[in-house]
T-cell receptor
Framework: AQKITQTQPGMFVQEKEAVTLDCTYDTSDQSYGLFWYKQPSSGEMIFLIYQGSYDEQNATEGRYSLNFQKARKSANLVISASQLGDSAMYFCAMRNNAGGTSYGKLTFGQGTILTVHP | NAGVTQTPKFRVLKTGQSMTLLCAQDMNHEYMYWYRQDPGMGLRLIHYSVGEGTTAKGEVPDGYNVSRLKKQNFLLGLESAAPSQTSVYFC????????????FGQGTRLTVV
C-alpha cells in the first residue's frame, strides 16, 4: 500500500525567507509521481509542482522547487522568498504508475499549514 | 473555461436523508474522482471512474454510490446520510497521462446533523 507522511502539522516563516515542507512516502513501485498542492483558506486545490520517479533533475516551478531524494523516499517542497499569499495548507500526494493501472489515483498526506508572518 | 464544477457548494442534511453531488468537467478528461477531506487526514479517495459507464471503489467507499452516465459528469450519492459523512467533498478529473496533474472542483461542504 502507498503512504504519504507529512510530519509538520504547522510551519511558520517570515516573509521573504525560504521554507521547506517535508514529505516522505512509502511505495514498493518503481514508477510513480509526486505532486504538491496548495489549499488556501478559500478551499480550492491548486497544483504547484510535479516530480516523476525517473526524473533525474529536481523539479522547479518559479519560487517552488522539489527536493527529491529517492533513496530516502522524500520529496520536500521548498518555497523561496515567501509571500503573505503563500499562507495556506499544503498537501503532498503520490500517484503510482506501475503497469498503467493506477488510473491516476492520488494518495495524499495529512497536510501542513504554512503561516507567513510579515 | 470552467474546468471542474461541483454543485452544490454547501449543504446541510438530516441523518437518514439522501442527496446527490454533481461534478461536471469540460476538459474531456477520461478519469474522474471523488475525494473527501477531513481534518488531519488529508484527502481520501471514495470512488473513481476511468471512463463513461465505469466506476470503481476507492479507499473509503462505504455509504456512497456513484454513476458516470456521461463522460463529462460524475455523480456522488449518499443514500442515507450519517454524521460520519460530514466532510468536504472534492471532485477531480485528469487525463490518462502519467505526468498530468488532477484538476479539482471547488469543493462541497456537507454537514449531516
Amino acid at each position: 500500500a502507498q503512504k504519504i507522511t507529512q510530519t509538520q502539522p504547522g510551519m511558520f516563516v517570515q516573509e521573504k525567507e525560504a521554507v521547506t515542507l517535508d514529505c516522505t512516502y512509502d511505495t514498493s513501485d518503481q514508477s510513480y509521481g509526486l505532486f504538491w498542492y496548495k489549499q488556501p483558506s478559500s478551499g480550492e486545490m491548486i497544483f504547484l509542482i510535479y516530480q516523476g520517479s525517473y526524473d533525474e533533475q529536481n523539479a522547479t516551478e518559479g519560487r517552488y522547487s522539489l527536493n527529491f531524494q529517492k533513496a530516502r523516499k522524500s520529496a520536500n517542497l521548498v518555497i523561496s522568498a515567501s509571500q503573505l499569499g503563500d499562507s495556506a495548507m499544503y498537501f503532498c500526494a503520490m500517484r503510482n504508475n506501475a503497469g498503467g493501472t493506477s488510473y491516476g489515483k492520488l494518495t495524499f498526506g495529512q497536510g501542513t499549514i504554512l503561516t507567513v508572518h510579515p | 473555461n470552467a474546468g471542474v464544477t461541483q454543485t452544490p457548494k454547501f449543504r446541510v442534511l438530516k441523518t437518514g436523508q439522501s442527496m446527490t453531488l454533481l461534478c461536471a468537467q469540460d476538459m474531456n478528461h477520461e478519469y474522474m474522482y471523488w475525494y473527501r477531506q477531513d481534518p488531519g487526514m488529508g484527502l481520501r479517495l471514495i470512488h473513481y471512474s476511468v471512463g463513461e459507464g465505469t466506476t470503481a471503489k476507492g479507499e473509503v467507499p462505504d455509504g456512497y454510490n456513484v454513476s458516470r452516465l456521461k463522460k463529462q459528469n460524475f455523480l456522488l450519492g449518499l443514500e442515507s446520510a450519517a454524521p460520519s459523512q460530514t466532510s468536504v467533498y472534492f471532485c477531480a478529473s485528469s487525463t490518462a497521462g502519467v505526468r498530468t496533474e488532477a484538476f479539482f472542483g471547488q469543493g462541497t461542504r456537507l454537514t449531516v446533523v
